[in-house]
């Protein structure tokens, strides 16, 4: 449970990544603003998948016969549009919109970079009990923070990680969870 978890949570916070990268290189970023811009995107990279498990554990009686197809079709989706994406968008195009790092545009980074993990947390609740929910949005939340933070001081040292393959990467494992969770209620 632990390291499907923390795949997940990889996963979803390649974004996090690359955005944190960006906006530290393209403005003058300090630690503190650095550290804020990693708790805003954990706290919402946490929230959104909490909100969509509430909504698939709402739901999950009424299609606890499909859930396993929901889940897999959800995690294939977010999946293979990360990787789609990756294949046709360039970093650079990217960089052009950070002119200034206010707390106005981190909020709306955070939002943009979490929508994904609402619709992958509709798929966990449909699939674990809540506390095992409750763990993954943890492991998702402090991953992100942690990920987001070293993309900040990545991005002050001017270094970068192509993106085309970290989301290529990370749509990999969300499609990989997908197969999987079907596969595991197919042959249970």
Known sequence: ????????????C??????????SFKT????????????????FQGGFPLLGICIGSACQQYIEAVDHWIAFILLAFVGGRMVWESLKTNMDNKQNRFN?????????LAIATSIDAFVIGIGIGLEQTMVE????????????FIVSFLGVCMGRKHIFIP???SGIFAGSVLIGLGIHTLIEHLLL
């Open 1 to 12: 449970m632990f390291v499907k978890s923390l795949l997940l949570s990889l996963a979803l």
């Open 14 to 23: 390649v974004d996090s990544l690359s955005v944190s990268i960006a906006i």
């Open 28 to 43: 003058q970023m300090t630690i503190q603003r650095g550290m804020l811009l990693a708790l805003i995107f954990s706290l």
């Open 100 to 108: 200034r790092a206010s707390i106005g545009l981190i909020v709306v």
């Open 133 to 144: 929910n409750l763990f993954t949005v943890a492991i998702i939340a402090v991953t992100t």
């Open 163 to 165: 993106e085309k393959w």
